[in-house]
């Protein structure tokens, strides 16, 4: 429910003062209530104290007759409703009173408000050198104290109730002269803000005469008006200036979006022409590890050709002296001399040619196989200009590479090789066996005359690791930083590119692995390939 501020002006103030004035009439009413205990305690302390110390020596003598006359003296107060002396025996000694409370047993009182039966009770004992005589037990009448605590209390309510009335006049009058004014401003503003949503900035503001804050309100709402106006007018005249801009932005767009246009064609354009150089530079890299490999390839070759060639020989002769047996046959068969082909079969010595034959086949097959061999590790290389990659084992590219440098390798240096069972990688193969070719050659070209390369693979947190280390000259710590940069070559002017370094760094970064290398002058260099191992999807 929804209540108006008027409203909540007169129920606010009307419950602060009834909380208030609820709070005095608890606090006078127990202020009261503790000053009618204390007087009352007071009093009856008092006067059992006093009677008691008056009939005390009656008690001792056992005089109940001046016992009867201080019972009956006492009995004279108006609000005493009895008094009686008992002694430790029960036994009653002395009675004042009406009858109805003398076998009345009783409990002594010590607050007026636990009093339910209207009498007061009060016990006081008699005792002489520590000994118990007797017990009084005096009744006083609390009606009058009752009586008077109800009018103090119908009085409190009383004014209470009419401070109240008084109060909610008062709030009335001040809620309908507060929220007058406040209702012609909520007025007035309802009329503004609907002003403002239909754009009508005519609208004619009424201040406020009050002298209070509600005057200074009202201005407050005047000059919002009037803020609000120029508001208006700046914000049309923005309007036109944003879209006069936007028309500019738009043309500007337009140019910006036609640079735009030809920046990126220009940029796929380079982006071509290095994709390009990238490939041109890896392929003349490669081109560069052929020719090193060329005359050793060529000399592997050249060897079982040459014993190939002359077997080919040897077999042309053997070849002719089997035709000229085949016609000695045919003579024999056509003549019927046998004699002419025994000779013939005896000077020959065919049981030999037949048995040199056999190992000249072999030995011909061997060298063709040879040169298999290496011409299918040339295809292996070559293969380095594809991108494509597929699962490959590391220990076979070894291998591989170790057959097209072993001619680089034999004259200069002892090589050893320790080869871990290992998991596939997913790489290029060629491109794997051009990074080898390229660490072989530096290994043996570091070497100081002959010396040792040892090449091994381990498997190492989910890593494949390729070590390949020689015993040579080494790195010198200013160059070992540079040594991955290309075109750097610690190697003579004429002796290298510097870029088979830089090349192979970036093969295996394009792997997903990575290429180090530890180094110390005099004492030699390892380089590090990591390659991750190809994971079962």
């Not at 007035?188 to 209070?212: G, N």
Request: hydrophobic share 40%; with cysteine.
């Amino acid at each position: 429910m929804r209540y108006s501020l008027r409203l909540k002006t007169m129920i606010g103030t009307a419950i602060i003062e009834a909380v208030l004035l609820s709070a005095l009439i608890l606090v006078v009413i127990d202020f009261m209530m503790v000053s009618a205990n204390d007087a009352m305690n007071k009093r009856a302390t008092t006067t059992s104290r006093l009677f008691a110390s008056a009939t005390k020596n009656a008690v001792l003598s056992y005089d109940l007759a001046t016992l009867d006359a201080f019972t009956a003296e006492l009995l004279t107060n108006p609000d005493i409703l009895y008094v009686k002396v008992v002694d430790v025996k029960s036994n009653l000694l002395s009675y004042a009173g009406s009858s109805e409370f003398k076998t009345r047993l009783s409990e002594p009182d010590s607050l007026v408000e636990e009093v339910s039966d209207g009498i007061f009770d009060v016990h006081t004992s008699i005792t002489e050198g520590g000994t118990h005589f007797a017990t009084i037990h005096i009744g006083i009448d609390i009606g009058a104290i009752n009586r008077a605590m109800s009018e103090v209390k119908r009085w409190t309510i009383s004014i209470a109730l009419f401070e109240m009335a008084l109060v909610a006049i008062f709030s009335y009058i001040l809620g309908v002269y507060l929220t007058t004014n406040l209702y012609r401003l909520k007025s007035q503003a309802k009329k503004i803000t609907k002003s403002v949503k239909d754009e009508v900035f005519d609208f004619k503001w009424q201040p406020i005469q009050s002298r209070d804050e509600l005057q200074e309100l009202s201005a407050a709402f005047d000059e919002l008006y009037h803020t609000l106006t120029e508001e208006h007018q700046q914000r049309q005249q923005y309007q036109r200036e944003l879209i006069q801009l936007n028309k500019d932005l738009e043309r500007l767009v337009a140019q910006r979006t036609q640079k735009l246009h030809h920046k990126n064609q220009q940029l796929e354009k380079i982006n071509q022409e290095l994709e390009t150089a990238q490939q041109q530079l890896i392929h003349s890299e490669k081109m560069a590890s052929i020719g090193v490999l060329a005359a050793g390839v060529a000399h592997e070759i050249n060897n079982p050709l040459g014993f190939v060639t002359s077997n080919m020989d040897v077999m042309k002769r053997y070849h002719s002296d089997y035709v000229a047996l085949a016609e000695h046959a045919m003579e024999a068969k056509n003549t019927g001399s046998v004699q002419t082909m025994a000779e013939f079969i005896d000077r020959k010595d065919f049981e030999f040619l037949n048995s040199d034959s056999k190992a000249l086949i072999e030995e011909t097959e061997s060298g063709l196989q040879r040169v298999s061999t290496i011409v299918k590790d040339l295809k292996q290389f070559s293969r380095a200009d594809s991108l494509d990659l597929q699962p490959c084992d590391v220990n076979a590219c070894i291998k591989t590479t170790l057959n097209l440098v072993a001619n680089e390798l034999k004259y200069q240096a002892n090589v050893s090789t320790k080869l871990s069972q290992l998991p596939p990688v997913q790489a290029n193969m060629g491109k794997l066996i051009q990074v080898l070719t390229n660490l072989l050659i530096n290994a043996s070209q570091a070497l100081d005359g002959h010396g040792e390369v040892s090449i091994s693979t381990s498997m190492e947190n989910d890593q494949v690791i390729i070590r390949v280390q020689d015993n040579g000259v080494g790195i010198s710590p200013q160059s070992i930083d540079k040594i991955f940069d290309p075109f750097f070559t610690t190697k003579p002017i004429g002796k290298g590119t510097g870029l088979g370094l830089s090349v192979s760094y970036d093969i295996i970064k394009e792997h997903g692995g990575k290429l180090t290398v530890q180094s110390e002058e005099g004492v030699g260099s390892c380089f590090t390939i990591n390659l991750p191992v190809l994971q079962n999807s």
